[in-house]
């Protein structure tokens, strides 16, 4: 999978404390258009897992290159995953809420979730949807940060 060029995420969730923090993710994709839903697996050690079961919604940030040093420390196990909220909104505030600086976003509530493996995959339906679409993504390939422009329109 190293091999495959992949959009970075944020994950957002609300921990038991009521703050709300934010893990790296590549394994997200698109399920279905209607019910507009995504598809999240998630590592069984992450404080997240337990978190979005608890909480029943996650959020979801589709981030932009000038991301790259927030995806690195949110991507490490341990790390001090905690979003300054002025960093945050929410369309929906019962969901989780999401990075304003972002290509897109989805806020999400949790729908289904399975074990499998050393693995939760979770079913969230997309609730609110907002697209910037300001900047070029922020991809991660052969197990570093890389980018891609959209070069110029014909
Ligand atoms: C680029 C990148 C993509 C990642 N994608 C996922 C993913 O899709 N699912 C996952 O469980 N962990 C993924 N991780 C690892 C988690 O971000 C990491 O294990 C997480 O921050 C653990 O949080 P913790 O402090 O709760 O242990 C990824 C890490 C990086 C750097």
Do not use: W
Not at 42 to 47: F, K, L
Not at 112 to 123: A, G, N, S
């Amino acid at each position: 999978m190293r091999c495959r060029a992949d959009t970075v995420h944020l994950v957002t969730y609300r921990s038991a404390t009521g703050s709300v923090e934010g893990m790296t993710a590549t394994a997200l994709t698109a399920l279905s258009v209607t019910p507009p839903s995504v598809l999240f697996c998630v590592g069984h050690t992450s404080r997240a897992r337990d978190a979005i079961r608890r909480e029943g919604s996650f959020g979801v940030s589709i981030l932009s290159n000038a991301e790259a040093e927030l995806a690195a420390v949110a991507g490490r196990s341990g790390s001090n995953k905690a979003l300054d909220p002025e960093l945050l909104v929410a369309s929906l505030p019962e969901l989780a809420p999401v990075l304003k600086r972002a290509l897109a976003t989805l806020q999400c509530k949790l729908v289904e979730d399975r074990e499998i493996y050393t693995h939760t995959v979770f079913v969230g339906e997309v609730l609110d949807a907002n697209v910037s679409a300001e900047g070029d993504p922020l991809l991660h390939y052969l197990g570093a940060f890389a980018t891609i422009s959209r070069g110029p329109r014909p």
